[in-house]
């Protein structure tokens, strides 16, 4: 191998690298904003349809919600109660122009009003609470790590 080709792989090698180190990456704070935001959407659309496939495809493997009334769940629970269709959800959304998302370098929190409304065993709920879901970049892309969510809201606070 002549010294130039041994240069160029070495330089065609260096360019790989540094893609492979930026493939999560959106084009910059803004890009990174849309992004989460758009995969937050996401996710709620998932939740509210019970589609598991999506929801396995957000969520961290360590994931942990913490609701305000200080249960905890994990993602392998969120997942079979997708599946097995435990609540129906006719809204699971983020109310309009409540979201805001935070971006820090690696790590993401959208925070918003969600609309709730469903039934449980055959008994409807409809509420809405404040959350903050936040995520990190990993190789893979944007993963949601940890949710927290708020108690219902008064009915009169939620307008």
Same mark, same amino acid.
């Given at each position: 191998?002549?010294?130039?080709?041994?240069?160029?792989?070495? &330089?065609?090698?260096?360019?790989?690298?540094?893609?492979?180190?930026?493939?999560?990456?959106?084009?910059?704070?803004?890009?990174? &904003?849309?992004?989460?935001?758009?995969?937050? #959407?996401?996710?709620?659309?998932?939740?509210?349809?019970?589609?598991?496939?999506?929801?396995?495809? &957000?969520?961290?493997?360590?994931? #942990?919600?913490?609701?305000?009334?200080?249960?905890?769940?994990? /993602?392998?629970?969120?997942?079979?109660?997708?599946?097995?269709?435990?609540?129906?959800?006719?809204?699971?959304?983020?109310?309009?122009?409540?979201?805001?998302?935070?971006?820090?370098?690696?790590?993401?929190?959208?925070?918003?009003?969600?609309?709730? /409304?469903?039934?449980?065993?055959?008994?409807?709920?409809?509420?809405?609470?404040?959350?903050?879901?936040?995520?990190?970049?990993?190789?893979?892309?944007?993963?949601?790590?940890?949710?927290?969510?708020?108690?219902?809201?008064?009915?009169?606070?939620?307008?």
């Amino acid at each position: 191998m002549t010294r130039r080709s041994l240069y160029l792989r070495s &330089i065609t090698l260096a360019v790989g690298v540094l893609a492979a180190a930026t493939a999560g990456r959106a084009t910059g704070p803004a890009g990174d &904003i849309r992004a989460v935001a758009a995969l937050d #959407t996401t996710y709620q659309a998932a939740v509210e349809k019970n589609d598991a496939a999506t929801m396995d495809r &957000i969520l961290a493997d360590d994931f #942990t919600l913490v609701t305000g009334r200080g249960r905890v769940f994990h /993602k392998a629970e969120l997942l079979g109660d997708a599946r097995a269709g435990q609540e129906g959800y006719e809204v699971q959304a983020e109310e309009s122009g409540t979201q805001a998302v935070r971006v820090w370098g690696d790590t993401a929190v959208v925070t918003a009003l969600l609309r709730v /409304k469903g039934a449980r065993a055959g008994r409807p709920f409809e509420y809405r609470l404040w959350f903050s879901d936040t995520y990190v970049r990993t190789p893979a892309g944007w993963r949601y790590v940890f949710g927290q969510a708020s108690l219902p809201l008064p009915a009169e606070a939620a307008r």
